[in-house]
C-alpha cells in the first residue's frame, strides 16, 4: 500500500447511488433497491499528470460511472460479492489503474443498521504494469 501511496493518485467516487436488480432472497427478485457504491482508483502520477491540463491526460471520472451502468444493465446479480468483483475487475482492465478499491452497500435492508455491504481491493499484477 505504501508503494501506491508514493507513486499514484487516488481518484475516487463516494456513495455513488443507483438502483440495481441485485438480491438473493426472493423478495429482492424482479425490483430495484437502492445501492451505494464507492470506488477508489490508484493511477500512477506517470499516467496521471496533466501537462495540458486535458480531460484525456487522465482517468475520468465518467468511465467508472459508464463501468457500473454497463455492469447493472447485464441484468439481476445474486450476490453483492460477485458484483464487487465484477466491477472491480472491469476498472482494473483500464491500462491507467494499478489498483482499485471498490464496495458496494445496500442501505435499506435492515432497519437497525446504516447499510450491508461488500469490500473487495485489487491490484493489477507487476507484469501487467504499462
Not at 46 to 69: C, G, K, M, N, W
Not at 90 to 98: I, K
Request: aromatic share 6%; charged share 25%.
Amino acid at each position: 500500500m505504501d508503494e501506491l501511496r508514493l507513486s499514484c493518485r487516488k481518484l475516487f467516487l463516494r456513495r455513488h447511488e443507483v438502483q440495481a436488480h441485485i438480491g438473493a432472497h426472493d423478495f429482492e427478485k424482479g425490483v430495484t433497491q437502492r445501492l451505494w457504491i464507492d470506488v477508489e482508483l490508484w493511477v500512477p502520477f506517470t499516467q496521471s499528470t496533466p501537462a495540458l491540463d486535458s480531460l484525456h491526460e487522465v482517468v475520468d471520472y465518467d468511465f467508472v460511472r459508464a463501468e457500473v451502468a454497463l455492469r447493472l444493465q447485464q441484468g439481476h446479480v445474486e450476490l453483492q460479492e460477485t458484483l464487487c468483483d465484477d466491477l472491480a475487475q472491469r476498472l482494473l482492465a483500464h491500462p491507467g489503474v494499478r489498483a482499485v478499491r471498490l464496495s458496494t452497500c445496500k442501505p435499506d435492508v435492515y432497519p437497525d443498521c446504516e447499510a450491508v455491504g461488500v469490500e473487495v481491493f485489487h491490484v493489477k499484477p507487476a507484469t501487467a504494469q504499462p
